[in-house]
């Protein structure tokens, strides 16, 4: 037995992934003063990274300090997430603490509040290559109107 592929209909009034989330987002996105302040978020995502995190905090620094080739100590990070300390993490140091951690909640909160969407590399090749799919598809569609007028056309009858 063969097995037929299903044809795929694209229905051209559907929302694509991307519009849908920009939606979503834009009906999130509250323009009151103060929104775009995102130290608290941020200040629990660094936390929450670190905290699961399987490694300590000593070697999360040892990380850090290869990585950006500053001086980091345990005693940096601990007064980066002490709620006491006025010192926070530099933004230079955060894609380092997401590589350190694994986590990518810390990055991602400040693209939320840039109103971008952060995917990790296999995800965002997957959502380009879908964007590919849908506009190769479309322009087939296209494709296919444009014959059929043709052959309407030479075939005299409009």
């Known amino acids: 037995m063969t097995n037929r592929k299903q044809k795929t209909v694209i229905n051209d009034k559907q929302m694509s992934l991307f519009d849908l989330l920009t939606q979503q987002r834009c009906e999130r996105i509250e323009h009151a003063p103060g929104t775009m302040c995102v130290s608290v978020k ?5 936390k ?3 905290k699961q995190a399987p490694k300590s905090r000593e070697t999360i620094a ?6 950006t080739g500053a001086e980091i100590s345990i005693h ?7 709620d006491s300390h006025p010192h926070r993490l530099p933004a230079e140091f955060l894609p380092a ?8 909640a810390p990055i991602r ?3 939320d509040a840039a109103g971008i969407y952060a995917l ?7 959502a380009e290559i879908q ?6 598809s479309a322009a087939r569609a296209q494709k296919r109107k444009r014959k059929a007028l043709l052959a309407v056309i030479e075939g005299g009858e409009l």
Do not use: K
């Open 131 to 136: 964007q590919y799919d849908e506009a190769e």
């Open 48 to 50: 929450q990274a670190i």
């Open 62 to 67: 040892d990380e850090l300090s290869l990585l």
């Open 109 to 111: 909160v400040l693209a």
């Open 76 to 82: 940096m990070i601990n007064s980066w997430v002490a």
């Open 120 to 126: 990790q590399a296999p995800d965002a090749l997957r």
């Open 42 to 46: 941020l200040l629990a995502a660094v």
């Open 97 to 104: 603490l997401c590589h350190a951690t694994g986590s990518t």
